[in-house]
């Protein structure tokens, strides 16, 4: 092969211009694409050349059928790969491609096709075994004679057309039609007789070629030149295989129009049987008929395919032919669609009619077994060994759960399990209570088959970070690590909720992105509206939390109630650790329900509480009563007072009178003490300020911040509000408005005023004059809620201009100046500057409008402004160079108080 790829190079610089001789010069690479090439590729490029293959050593037609290293190196690629001019395979298909290719694989194949899915685009058998007693020598045959003994001797005997070999001192000897067995025994004896003393070795060197046809159903029928040991399978191999349509069973192998032998391809593929596969001659014809009869095998069997029939067999011979039926196969109740004078009919055989012929068209199904798992029992929730379990009849609950801390988590709530018992009449669910805690072996409770039983989780709610002493058994570098993966864990988990679009979407700097928010919030895996409220109901909830759990409970609850049977659930409100909807089991009290909900809180009124229950009358109407209870009395550990619960009573425990929660304020800034204070109900400000100790001499009156939880989520629904409405007048101006006519400011400018109105943070601040508090001035004292802020700010001596004014800065405040003189020391008014809508916002969050006794939001009233330290003068933009932009100035102005705002409770 080197010889001929040198010599065509050497034909392309002959011929070529000497400029471009480096371009041609001879390398690696070049040969083994050239060796690449399919043989026929090789013969025409060189017959372009002026090349004749037959007349270089290695490459005649015998070479490639006899060159066993070559044969090996062959490579097989998938039927339908693209090679490049080279005879490279093209690159592979993407990772879509190959989806959607194996989505079509999935349908059923004809059993044996994949034998040549990977047919090699040159095939030929390797040379390199051992030649069978009964090959036929024929004309180029290479014999190997070595003679030992009185003479040595090797020599190498080539068989000529006419059928002889040349040996040396004997002439010409006559071999052609003789096999190798015979050659070897004759040649052997005309030897010993003319050379006395000599021993003979005879082998075969190299073989002879030869034509054979491949015609029918191949994948490429025609006529291939291949190695004389070839057999039947060799030959389709060397066609590519066979076609969609043709036959496996019935490959017939014809010699001078005479039927020789009929191969079963399933024979070799199932038992490895090669009898038939017979050694091929020159002038051969494989003839691959079309596939007549087929049936369909599908379900639970080893190899699901379309299998050809060859006449007779029965639905046991080709479930053999699948590999039989899987474990989880129900040969009880086979699926037979057949076609019957062109009408469908459904058979159902049993394992005992199983010889049933099967005939063409037939599809064939073996079911799967019911999932129902018979005499077993089903642990689920917070327990070490999850799972089903064989049950007998002296098994109990004691027996399994028997041991707190082997048999369960750490977060078992022991005080109340369920057990879930199916009727064994219509599969009504019927609910039974345990706790634990309070079941000894003498109390044992005996369990049923197919009983179910849920072990709840102490916690309800996942908290991040949450630790336990255990976790911090290691060492700092493996704290580290698992610190690594449990924020790992976290990032997984917030890429999830955003994929199915329950989360915003925020961009590098921290801020939403109101440009691609639409894009990027909308969910990838698209939920239904009852599927995205479940998930935001469990989103938070640990995986054995009794919201989670008894979801599923309860929905068959509700399934099964109907006339004569009340629903079987009872609901459960106030101080309970985990109030909501519980079973109703089986002569369950109110005891049992408070268990069910957690038990008690600390708030919970002992003296009384009370049961709202519907009930029916005689006449027929249902009627609302309500039952008082004492707690400690219902929970007394002697049981005497039991109150039974009814379908859909209503338990509400009471908190103690004039019970609160721990309410905290913060106070910051410049107070004696500042920190955080316990407060108790109806406790005002004024009282606040004398317990931190009054305000220090650098502290300023005037200027205080007071915030309020509640006022910051009402601003963060305004802000929301705004938002959406000044989004809808951008739209409208963006479709309306002319190109360049009357429109100062951009739609870009708008739409990130927009954005900055959207990722505003809410402050819930309430203007106060703390002077007026402290001296007992002020009409109302503030009364103090859960979570306000004081912020007093020490005193200010700079006056703030902001807007649109050149330079904005702040000034050295200068008593008796006006707000003019200022915006003059900041450059004035810029060209879209709204003079008359200047205000001044006080360093207490009052807002004052020059000459307006009317005020603005919460201005004063005085008609003759004076400036104070710490002020802010706000120059805004004058909106009406907006297209009725109405929402602008509102807008601009919320932004200006809420930047004054976080900037002061920033520097305290």
């Not at 030897?191 to 191949?218: D, N, W, Y």
Request: proline residues 3%; aromatic residues 6%; without cysteine.
């Amino acid at each position: 092969m080197t010889q001929l790829v040198s010599r065509l190079i050497i034909f392309f610089v002959l011929i070529t211009p000497l400029h471009i001789f480096n371009a041609l010069a001879q390398t690696a690479q070049q040969i083994e694409q050239f060796s690449r090439l399919p043989k026929a590729q090789q013969e025409a490029l060189a017959a372009q050349m002026g090349v004749d293959l037959s007349k270089i050593s290695g490459l005649s037609d015998s070479s490639s059928a006899s060159d066993g290293e070559s044969q090996q190196n062959n490579q097989a690629y998938p039927r339908g790969t693209m090679f490049d001019e080279f005879g490279n395979p093209t690159a592979p298909l993407d990772d879509f491609e190959n989806q959607k290719n194996d989505e079509q694989d999935e349908e059923l194949k004809l059993y044996g096709k994949d034998l040549f899915a990977n047919a090699p685009s040159t095939f030929s058998p390797t040379s390199n075994v051992p030649v069978p007693a009964n090959y036929i020598i024929g004309p180029s045959d290479e014999l190997v004679l070595q003679l030992y003994g009185k003479e040595n001797a090797e020599h190498r005997l080539k068989v000529g057309r006419d059928g002889n070999v040349m040996v040396p001192k004997l002439g010409p000897i006559s071999i052609a039609t003789k096999s190798f067995s015979e050659a070897k025994s004759f040649l052997s004896e005309q030897i010993k007789a003319q050379i006395p003393g000599v021993e003979v070795s005879l082998t075969m060197g190299e073989l002879h070629s030869m034509r054979v046809f491949v015609m029918g159903e191949a994948f490429k029928p025609g006529s291939y030149s291949v190695s004389s040991l070839s057999t039947i399978t060799h030959a389709l191999f060397v066609s590519g295989g066979v076609s969609d349509i043709a036959s496996l069973r019935n490959i017939q192998l014809k010699r001078a129009g005479r039927l020789v032998e009929t191969l079963d391809l399933y024979e070799l593929l199932n038992s490895g049987d090669t009898r038939k596969d017979l050694l091929l001659q020159s002038g051969d014809v494989v003839f691959i008929p079309t596939v007549s009869n087929t049936v369909t095998v599908d379900g639970q069997v080893r190899r699901p395919a379309i299998y050809e029939l060859k006449g007779g067999e029965s639905l046991s011979d080709v479930l053999k032919l699948a590999g039989g039926a899987l474990a989880n196969g129900y040969e009880q109740a086979v699926s037979i669609k057949r076609f019957i004078d062109g009408k469908q009919v459904q058979l159902t055989v049993d394992q005992q009619t199983q010889n049933l012929e099967v005939l063409n068209g037939d599809q064939i199904v073996i079911p799967e077994i019911s999932p129902f798992v018979s005499d077993s029992i089903s642990v689920i929730g917070a327990v070490a060994r999850p799972g089903k379990y064989q049950w007998h009849k002296s098994l109990s609950i004691h027996s399994l759960l028997g041991d707190t801390q082997r048999d369960l988590l750490e977060s078992a709530d022991l005080s109340y399990v369920l057990i879930l018992r199916e009727s064994e009449n219509q599969h009504d669910l019927d609910v039974l209570q345990v706790d634990l805690t309070e079941l000894d072996v003498s109390q044992n409770l005996l369990l049923q088959r197919n009983d179910k039983i849920l072990v709840f989780s102490k916690v309800e709610s996942e908290v991040l970070g949450d630790i336990k002493l255990e976790d911090l058994g290691y060492t700092a570098t493996e704290l580290a690590q698992k610190d690594k993966e449990l924020w790992q864990a976290r990032i997984e988990e917030k890429l999830f909720w955003r994929s199915v679009g329950l989360t915003k979407v925020e961009n590098q700097a921290g801020k939403y992105d109101d440009t691609k928010m639409d894009m990027q919030s909308q969910s990838i895996i698209e939920l239904s509206e009852a599927e995205r409220k479940k998930v935001l109901e469990f989103k938070d909830s640990t995986y054995f939390s009794r919201k989670r759990m008894l979801s599923p409970v309860i929905a068959k609850l509700k399934q099964q109630a109907r006339y004569g049977k009340p629903i079987k659930l009872v609901d459960v409100a106030g101080e309970v650790k985990v109030p909501g909807i519980y079973p109703l089991s089986e002569n369950a009290t109110v005891r049992d329900l408070i268990k069910a909900a957690g038990g008690l809180t600390e708030a919970s009124y002992s003296q009384q509480s009370e049961i709202t229950r519907t009930k029916i009358n005689a006449n027929g109407s249902a009627e609302v009563e309500h039952i008082e209870f004492k707690p400690f009395e219902v929970l007394s550990s002697d049981g005497a007072n039991k109150l039974y619960l009814k379908s859909k009573d209503r338990v509400n425990i009471f908190a103690v009178p004039s019970w609160q929660e721990e309410l905290t304020v913060v106070v910051k800034g410049e107070v004696e003490f500042p920190g955080e204070y316990t407060i108790r109900r109806g406790e005002t400000l004024a009282d606040l300020v004398k317990r931190v100790g009054g305000l220090t001499e650098f502290g300023d009156p005037d200027s205080v911040i007071f915030t309020r939880e509640t006022l910051r989520e009402q601003e963060r629904k305004n802000l929301r509000a705004l938002g959406q409405e000044l989004r809808k007048q951008i739209a409208s101006e963006s479709l309306r408005r002319q190109s360049g006519a009357g429109s100062i400011v951009s739609y870009d400018e708008a739409r990130k005023l927009l954005n900055d109105l959207t990722s505003a943070e809410a402050v819930g601040r309430l203007v106060i004059d703390l002077n007026k508090i402290i001296q007992g001035k002020a009409t109302t004292n503030v009364i103090l809620e859960d979570g306000d802020a004081l912020y007093v700010q020490v005193r200010r001596q700079s006056v703030n201009v902001i807007g649109e004014v050149y330079v904005p800065t702040s000034h050295l405040y200068t008593d008796g100046q006006s707000y003019e003189s200022y915006i003059s020391q900041s450059g004035g008014y810029r060209a879209l500057a709204d003079k008359e809508r200047t205000y001044i916002i006080r360093a207490n969050g009052a807002v004052s409008i020059p000459g307006n006794n009317n005020g603005f939001w919460f201005s004063e009233e005085q008609d003759n402004i004076s400036i104070m330290p710490g002020d802010t003068i706000v120059v805004p933009f004058d909106s009406d160079n907006i297209d009725n932009m109405t929402l602008w100035t509102n807008a601009t102005q919320i932004l200006y108080q809420l930047a004054i705002s976080v900037a002061a409770i920033g520097s305290l």
